[in-house]
């Protein structure tokens, strides 16, 4: 650690002492750096350890509007992957767009992004105009980075044309032992969770909770059929969990039988294994008999077509979702991690009147409804497994080929798992087990 008051922050301390001690100059951070956009050129494995490092960073200073918050841990998401690919642009051009704005977002243009969307901590200083905010909060920090003064914010925090994707399209990220953070994006920390179980939460579960729940959303309702790409990873882990508890159906996609069996253990019976889908063709999705091998597993397992697709992984499957939809069923999108070139047959998506729906984040609002299920114990963390932040690479490498179950957690000024539940009570009364669902599979590496 090496400054008193990171020691202070683990220690504890109350946050009138946190408040007379001196911030760092600089603290460790992971980065990718400008330099390096061009490394993969030409190159096919484009391995983000090779491109991904921690090193020390300055520290910035704060706007009136914001907080510093000492993170205790955060997460690996998949723009964390593409940031360190440098796909499909270099964030780069994210910061310096934000210099060209001046003021306080000329900060964010630097020759090096720290990067990442997701981060639990304590906040150890905050700016002038922050009312609701003290120092020694126990908090975590919602990715959506909202221009207040835009007035289709107020109409919804992901309309403005200012939204950003904390971390990704700004600097100053959660993977590092001190983020930068708007006061609006800010939250209470369930009380009950673990530093590292609270900072895998934030970003996949409110992205899921605005796609099933949300009026801007798919509407899910009782009974409905739900099928669920992915589902034992960041967000469609989240995804099966909403679709139970608002008495939806869930049929949950995935690629093995590890994977499988954690599905059922989430409540999930209805599962497919990608693999007897695709037959060893990985673009069998892609083409019609695919989709119609799909359409013949889900009816067999559930016994009627899925009134919505849950849809993320993009060019490999979206056709398929286009074409299994009920007919007047709904295709909800949040991303395309297989490619953002989508070619499907419109006939299946006109004649039979289904929906497509383009989903992006999640306001304040919907972050804190998914915050409070967390508190109430009606959500548990995907967290499977968690690295040290010297090792975010190897953490990052896990993500982007897919050997992950759940998220990836990253301790960045905690220093080892289990530290940071508040309310044992509440964590007893859910229950050690059921908390550490996902842990169970896989181990820390810290």
Request: aromatic share 6%; hydrophobic share 40%; glycine share 12%.
């Amino acid at each position: 650690m090496g400054d008193g008051l990171s020691e202070a922050v683990v220690a504890g301390v109350e946050g009138s002492v946190l408040a007379s001690l001196p911030v760092p100059d600089c603290f460790p951070a992971a980065v990718v750096r400008a330099v390096d956009v061009d490394m993969f050129a030409q190159v096919r494995d484009k391995d983000v350890r090779k491109s991904l490092s921690v090193e020390g960073v300055a520290m910035p200073e704060l706007a009136p509007d914001e907080a510093l918050v000492a993170v205790m841990a955060s997460a690996i998401n998949y723009n964390t992957v593409w940031s360190a690919m440098f796909e499909p642009l270099p964030t780069f051009q994210f910061l310096k767009q934000m210099g060209r704005s001046g003021g306080w977002e000329a900060r964010h243009d630097l020759p090096y992004h720290v990067l990442g969307s997701d981060a639990s901590g304590v906040v150890v200083r905050t700016g002038s105009s922050v009312r609701k905010w003290r120092v020694g909060d126990h908090v975590v920090v919602a990715p959506a980075y909202v221009d207040e003064q835009d007035p289709d914010t107020h109409r919804d925090g992901m309309l403005g044309d200012g939204q950003k994707a904390w971390g990704f399209e700004t600097n100053f990220g959660g993977l590092a032992h001190y983020a930068v953070v708007r006061a609006s994006q800010l939250m209470p920390k369930p009380a009950l969770l673990t530093w590292e179980e609270a900072a895998a939460n934030p970003l996949c579960a409110s992205t899921a909770y605005r796609m099933l729940v949300s009026d801007r959303g798919a509407q899910m309702k009782q009974g409905d059929v739900v099928l669920v790409w992915g589902a034992t990873g960041g967000l469609g882990s989240y995804a099966v969990q909403l679709v139970r508890n608002g008495g939806g159906i869930p049929v949950g996609v995935v690629s093995s039988e590890e994977k499988a069996a954690m599905l059922r253990s989430l409540g999930c019976e209805a599962v497919i294994d990608r693999s007897e889908i695709e037959g060893g063709d990985p673009a069998a999705l892609e083409q019609p008999q695919g989709w119609k091998r799909l359409g013949a597993a889900i009816r067999g397992a559930v016994g009627e077509d899925p009134h919505i697709v849950f849809e993320h992984v993009g060019r490999r499957t979206f056709a398929a979702s286009v074409f299994v939809a009920r007919r007047g069923g709904t295709v909800v999108t949040c991303g395309s991690s297989t490619g953002y070139g989508h070619t499907y047959d419109n006939r299946y998506l006109w004649m039979r009147l289904k929906r497509v729906i383009g989903s992006h984040g999640a306001n304040l609002h919907e972050q804190c409804e998914v915050n409070r299920l967390f508190a109430l114990g009606h959500l548990v963390p995907a967290l499977s497994t968690t690295y040290a932040l010297e090792d975010v690479g190897s953490a990052a490498r896990s993500v982007q080929t897919n050997q992950h179950i759940g998220k990836v957690g990253v301790l960045c000024l905690a220093p080892r798992p289990g530290l940071g539940v508040t309310d044992p009570q509440a964590r007893a009364e859910v229950g050690e087990s059921r908390l550490r669902l996902f842990q169970r599979v896989e181990h820390s590496h810290c």
